[in-house]
């Protein structure tokens, strides 16, 4: 049982300007995954919620990569007799086969930004990836992304992005997890390198000076719109309730949902502006009519397009707690 592989699938799980807030522990028949607080993000994701959904892509990537080596799992969220918070997972020799489709892209899959070609998506892909989520504490709503009922969708994202970069606390925080140079991405292992954003490597003060300066409100807001529409499919994720085991649910959700994506060679990324903003979040489940306990935390655009450079990730020694062994 190759614990510090199944950790490694588990680390190519998605977060929150690639901050990897996770800790991972082994022993015997158990890993546990840990929130790192220290790589919150106090401006964008006040509540957590985002840390805690990106847990649960790494749960979801562990348990699919577990399954691929012939293992049963089970997971527990924040088991009271743990001396930490922490999902603790119970590993079982089982024998079945695993789920080749979502296994093998686990280390394809992106969050792909850039401008994507318009293409649409057949009707029976977008059942597919309707049908990946398994999880009834989470609902889905799609969105034609070019169909005139969800210009109420789009008019709330460039909402929440005039929001976002009227704040200068949140583009501070943006910036400090922009790798600007190639050293920073190699040294870092962590955030947006400036490639995965879509300019070149320049040094710190110049890439600083330029978002300081062109990532204003309105222009934010129209880049979204754009790459809004050229996008084929919009997916809301929603959870059912806003506590911390309905958000590591939420993220088991997505991740289900973007493997298989990946797999139909579908590509995907967050315009998250409007679930980040509380005032807009608000304002969107007003406008879907979602009861109280139902909040809307992922939406995200599919389409085509093609392969962009790859965020980087932390060696595996830095997210294995010192204090067990793999």
């Given amino acids: 049982m190759n614990f510090e592989k199944l950790i490694e699938y588990a680390t190519m799980a998605p977060s929150g300007h690639n901050t990897q807030p996770w ?38 990537n562990l348990i699919i990569a577990a399954k691929q080596d012939g293992l049963k799992s089970s997971a527990e969220y924040f088991p009271p007799d743990e001396k930490e918070e922490c999902i603790r997972v119970t590993l079982f020799q089982n024998g079945e086969p695993g789920d080749d489709e979502l296994f093998n892209v686990i280390p394809v899959r992106q969050s792909n930004r850039s401008l994507y070609n318009e293409k649409k998506i057949p009707g029976d892909y977008v059942r597919k990836l309707t049908e990946a989520s398994q999880f009834d504490s989470v609902k889905i709503k799609t969105f034609d992304a070019n169909h005139k009922v969800t210009e109420p969708v ?11 970069f009227s704040d200068q606390d949140f583009v501070e925080e943006l910036i400090s997890w922009i790798r600007f140079t190639r050293k920073e991405m190699n040294e870092r292992n962590d955030g947006l390198s400036a490639e995965v954003m879509g300019f070149p490597f320049v040094p710190r ?34 959870s059912k309730k806003n506590d911390k085991k309905h958000w590591i649910e939420t993220g088991r959700s997505f991740q289900r ?70």
């Fill in 23 to 60: 800790k991972f522990s082994a022993e015997d028949h158990e890993i546990r995954i840990y929130p790192d607080h220290n790589r919150s993000l106090p401006v964008v994701d006040p509540d957590d919620h985002a840390l805690y959904i990106s847990l649960g892509c790494a749960l979801e």
């Fill in 154 to 164: 789009i008019d709330l994202v460039k909402e929440g992005n005039r929001v976002q």
């Fill in 205 to 238: 003060w110049f890439g600083r000076f330029i978002l300081k300066t062109f990532a204003k409100p309105e222009s934010e807001a129209s880049k979204a719109e754009k790459q809004l529409r050229s996008s084929s499919l919009l997916m809301l994720f929603i």
């Fill in 257 to 326: 949902v973007v493997l298989t994506a990946t797999s139909l060679g579908i590509v995907h990324a967050h315009l998250n502006m409007p679930c980040e903003v509380e005032t807009v979040r608000k304002k969107l489940s007003a406008h879907l009519g979602l009861n109280n306990d139902e909040q809307p935390l992922l939406l995200i655009r599919f389409g085509y397009a093609k392969e962009l450079p790859r965020s980087p990730r932390r060696p595996i020694d830095e997210v294995i707690l010192k204090s067990n062994t793999v």
